[in-house]
């Protein structure tokens, strides 16, 4: 998974969830790359064949029950939160971009939720307004943001990740006044 080199290093014991989890193939490499004794839950309205070590939850991870369900799975506070959902496209503009905003959000409110304060997230983007309002938000609570087109994917694809490491920024005004009584 090239995208985590853009990330923490994940280290054998991880707590991690991946939304938008069908067919599986990120839950299996994490598997193997990282170990028995890793936590894993993918989430996904479409089932996945079953991964040894990896909980599944058959859900909208949309759904305002979806974040204490998925909290309850990970048994802890999370390494990563991996988000590769992307909606079903009708052709019609603005009922896409209210899809793609939703599953841009509650990504976003899951990692709030269940991220430890030095977690990651990793979440599936297309272009667009919604996406440059979501890179705001990002970046508003991210130290850092990375926009990232996997080495695998097809030109003729569009979409990119975004890699939002490590930490949540202090607080602006927290940081003027330290330099401020330093000046003194």
């Known amino acids: 998974m090239d995208l985590?080199?853009?990330a923490p290093r994940l280290r054998r014991g991880a707590r991690l969830v991946e939304l938008g989890c069908w067919p599986g193939g990120w839950l299996q490499e994490l598997s193997e790359l990282l170990g028995d004794d890793t936590t894993l839950v993918g989430?996904?309205?479409?089932?996945?064949?079953?991964?040894?070590?990896?909980?599944?939850?058959?859900?909208?991870f949309t759904e305002p029950l979806a974040e204490e369900r998925i909290e309850v799975a990970l048994g802890g506070p999370a390494d990563a939160v991996l988000s590769d959902a992307?909606?079903?496209?009708?052709?019609?503009?603005?009922?896409?971009?209210?899809?793609?905003?939703?599953?841009?959000?509650?990504a976003l409110a899951i990692a709030s939720r269940v991220?430890?304060?030095?977690?990651?997230?990793?979440?599936?983007?297309?272009?667009?307004?919604?996406?440059?309002?979501?890179?705001?938000?990002?970046?508003?609570?991210?130290?850092?943001?990375?926009?990232v087109r996997p080495e695998g994917k097809r030109r003729s694809s569009n979409e990119f990740y975004w890699v939002a490491t490590p930490d949540l920024k202090p607080a602006r005004s927290r940081r003027k006044r330290s330099r401020r009584k330093g000046k003194s």
């Open 4 to 6: 985590l080199k853009r």
């Open 86 to 106: 992307a909606p079903k496209l009708t052709g019609i503009r603005d009922v896409d971009g209210a899809a793609l905003e939703e599953l841009y959000e509650a």
């Open 115 to 147: 991220l430890k304060p030095d977690g990651f997230l990793i979440v599936k983007g297309f272009p667009g307004p919604e996406a440059d309002l979501y890179r705001k938000k990002l970046r508003s609570r991210f130290a850092r943001v990375s926009e």
């Open 43 to 60: 989430v996904d309205l479409e089932p996945i064949s079953e991964l040894p070590g990896a909980t599944f939850l058959e859900l909208d």
